[in-house]
Structures are given as C-alpha cells and as structure tokens.
C-alpha cells in the first residue's frame, strides 16, 4: 500500500472490488500484526453481512479481528493477554457503536439483509456501496485513533 493512500481509501478501494466489509478492514491492518492478506481474506471471509445474518457488523469484525492480531492470547497460560484483548475488543466495540449508534448490520442498515426482501432493499437502496462502506471507513479511522 503506497504511503500516500490511506488505510480508508485503501479499504474502500479493496471493498469495492467485491470483497467483505470484514475483509476490507482487516486487509490494511493485516500484514503489520504477521498475517499475509490471503489467509486474512480467508479468515474474514463468512463475517460479511454481520456473519451472514444481521447481525455484528462485519467492518466491526473484521476490525475485531485485528485486535486479536495485536493483543490476542496464543499461550493458555497466559491469562493477563487474555484479559487485555477482552478489554481492547470491548474498547474499539464501544468507540465503534458510539459514532455509529450499534455494531448490529440490521440497525445500521435499517433493514434486515438475512432476509432475501432485506438485502433486496439494500440493494435497491445501494446500502452496501454508501453505508458499508462508511462502516469500513469508520472501522479502519476507529483503529488507527486507538494506534493500530
């Protein structure tokens, strides 16, 4: 990614060429945190569509996901990473459901894309191209405002 992109643009741009939004927030932060984008293509891959039925947004996730790159537990034992990743998740969470009112993909939207009348309506509506993408870029802002 060329320093004069930024990590919004540089997840819009990988969110609009056809992957998630849980994919696109974590594809700019992937690398940093030591996973190459195609296993974090593949990791993010069901989380779109707030796990394909309303639910948790999936920038949200997907972002979730990148804070269990940097502080999550690898060693069982280890109680204290534990603990710091449960409390930096419940922190990007609430930053992320302050500027945006929730983390449920249905709220957001305003309709309910597990339904096929609900991803209809997005679609009609473009919900995914104006609205996920603002959640991509929110996602992403929040991550960097909180230094990942």
Do not use: H, P, W
């Amino acid at each position: 990614m060329s320093e004069m992109v930024s990590k919004q643009d540089a997840a819009s741009a990988v969110f609009s060429s056809g992957f998630n939004c849980a994919q696109s927030v974590i594809s700019v932060f992937c690398e940093k945190y030591g996973i190459d984008k195609e296993a974090a293509f593949k990791l993010a891959g069901g989380l779109g569509g707030g796990f394909r039925s309303g639910e948790v947004c999936g920038a949200a996730s997907g972002a979730v996901l990148v804070v269990g790159l940097k502080y999550g537990q690898y060693i069982a034992e280890d109680k204290e990473s534990k603990l710091k990743c449960n409390a930096k998740t419940e922190e990007f969470l609430n930053e992320f459901r302050r500027r945006n009112n929730s983390i449920i993909c249905r709220d957001i939207l305003g309709v309910d894309t597990s339904t096929e009348d609900g991803r209809k309506q997005a679609m009609d509506r473009n919900l995914f191209r104006t609205v996920c993408d603002d959640m991509v870029r929110s996602a992403v802002l929040i991550l960097e405002d909180l230094g990942y």
